[in-house]
T-cell receptor, first 117, second 111 residues
Framework: DTGVSQDPRHKITKRGQNVTFRCDPI?????LYWYRQTLGQGPEFLTY????????KSRLLSDRFSAERPKGSFSTLEIQRTEQGDSAMYLC???????????????FGAGSRLTVL | QKEVEQDPGPLSVPEGAIVSLNCTYS??????FMWYRQYSRKGPELLMY????GNKEDGRFTAQVDKSSKYISLFIRDSQPSDSATYLC???????????FGQGTTLQVKP
């Protein structure tokens, strides 16, 4: 297993177009996260899944954003009608979360950079 | 007010210096505290994490947590040019599945 994989690494699109990003987590991890990071800022939480269930979505996530994780394996993040403000790095992370209160250690992918012209 | 505050820097030090990176937080529910390192155009990678107040050491890195002051620190001893990166603090609790990140501090270690 080579870690968390994201595709594509860089996407350039025109305003108004739809884009989709894919994330393949570490195979034994049951949780999958999407974060957004803009230049000079830390990662900002968007949403996360435990297996196939989407457990939390950020209030900042507009209805143009949708994420899925069919069968609890890979995940896709789709952005419809892209705007210039959507330009950012979209980071995927995964973790293995069991019972108890242990630290939730996230392993990140290299990210998918979106540029909206 | 953000839940986690971190001075963005940039911080520039000579090789061999001791570096101190800090974060403050407002949510007393946070139970564990992490430091991630992020190189340019890469994803963040975990350096270390800790649960309780006090110090935790791993090689040249020491993480310090003061829950009473809601303040955490990362110290880097004998800093190297390869330590040049952005350092992100992150926090979480058993009540929530997500980590909350600070803004990140950019560090440059000059040879």
């Amino acid at each position: 297993d080579t870690g968390v994989s994201q595709d594509p690494r860089h996407k350039i699109t025109k305003r108004g177009q739809n884009v989709t990003f894919r994330c393949d987590p570490i195979s034994e991890h049951n949780r999958l996260y999407w974060y957004r990071q803009t230049l000079g800022q830390g990662p900002e939480f968007l949403t996360y899944f435990q297996n196939e269930a989407q457990l939390e979505k950020s209030r900042l996530l507009s209805d143009r954003f949708s994420a899925e994780r069919p069968k609890g394996s890979f995940s896709t993040l789709e952005i419809q009608r892209t705007e210039q403000g959507d330009s950012a790095m979209y980071l995927c992370a995964s973790s293995l979360r069991g019972e108890g209160s242990g630290a939730n250690v996230l392993t990140f992918g290299a990210g998918s950079r979106l540029t909206v012209l | 007010q953000k839940e986690v505050e971190q001075d963005p820097g940039p911080l520039s030090v000579p090789e061999g210096a001791i570096v101190s990176l800090n974060c403050t937080y407002s949510n007393s529910a946070f139970q564990y505290f992490m430091w991630y390192r992020q190189y340019s155009r890469k994803g963040p990678e975990l350096l270390m994490y800790t649960y309780s107040s006090g110090n935790k050491e791993d090689g040249r890195f020491t993480a310090q947590v003061d829950k009473s002051s809601k303040y955490i620190s990362l110290f880097i001893r004998d800093s190297q040019p390869s330590d040049s990166a952005t350092y992100l603090c992150a926090m979480g609790s058993s009540n929530t599945g997500k980590l909350i990140f600070g803004q990140g501090t950019t560090l440059q270690v000059k040879p």
